[in-house]
């Protein structure tokens, strides 16, 4: 199956604070996706990237910024946190086949 | 329109009985109609999928209906277990939309023993 790594894990940061969320993907898939899961929403796009050096907002871009250096890493910024953020990121990674692949995903607080 | 519709949100069943979740889409040019399990405190995970040249698709337990004039489609698991009990999400592929899935609601099926 693919690999999708996500850093941190877990992560609590206060208002106001810079978080940036990190994620690996090790199977040359141009497709990455960021969600946001929070209860009675399901899962949110926020931002997509069709390979190196693109960005697209997805349906819940505002207070995110994303980045995609290279083929592998996808990371999502939060430059001024807030406690409506607190939620549990999932970064994915897809080919051309349409599956999509998660990471293990992210549980932030924001205090 | 990009939503999916996903009903219910909670359906509780008897160990050994069959589970059925439908969704809908609002977009005619929808595909690709995936199905995700999620189970507590990890990621979703596909467990099966459907393309639009499909009606009907099966694999171990599990089976998907696609309706394309009703833009429905619908998830059965057949003879429950307690592994069953999850997070479900459908989701639908809009052609064109390179990957980008829009996700139902979920549903939170309970196997009762």
């Known amino acids: 199956e693919a690999a999708v790594t996500q850093s941190p894990r877990n992560k609590v940061a206060v208002t106001g604070g810079k978080v940036t969320l990190s994620c690996n993907q090790t199977n040359n898939h141009n497709n990455m996706y960021w969600y946001r899961q929070d209860t009675g929403h399901g899962l949110r796009l926020i931002h997509y990237s069709y390979g190196a050096g693109s960005t697209e907002k997805g349906d819940i871009p505002d207070g995110y910024k994303a980045s995609r250096p290279s083929q592998e890493n996808f990371s999502l910024i939060l430059e001024l946190a807030t406690p409506s953020q607190t939620s549990v990121y999932f970064c994915?990674?897809?080919?051309?086949?349409?599956?999509?692949?998660f990471g293990e995903g992210s549980r932030l607080i924001v205090v | 329109g990009e939503q999916v519709e996903q009903l219910p949100s909670i359906l509780r069943v008897q160990e050994g009985s069959s589970a059925s979740i439908n969704c809908t889409y609002e977009n005619s040019a929808s595909n690709y109609f995936p199905w995700y399990k999620q189970e507590p405190g990890e990621n979703p995970k596909l467990i099966i999928d459907?393309?639009?040249?499909?009606e009907r698709k099966q694999t171990q337990g599990l089976i998907v209906l696609l309706d394309k004039k009703a833009k429905r489609f619908s998830l059965h698991i057949t003879d429950t277990q307690p592994g069953d009990s999850a997070m479900y999400f459908c989701a639908a592929r809009i052609t064109g939309n390179t990957g980008k899935l829009i996700f139902g609601l979920g549903t939170t099926l309970q196997v009762q023993p």
């Open positions: 459907i393309r639009s040249n499909m």
């Open positions: 994915a990674s897809g080919g051309s086949g349409n599956t999509l692949y």
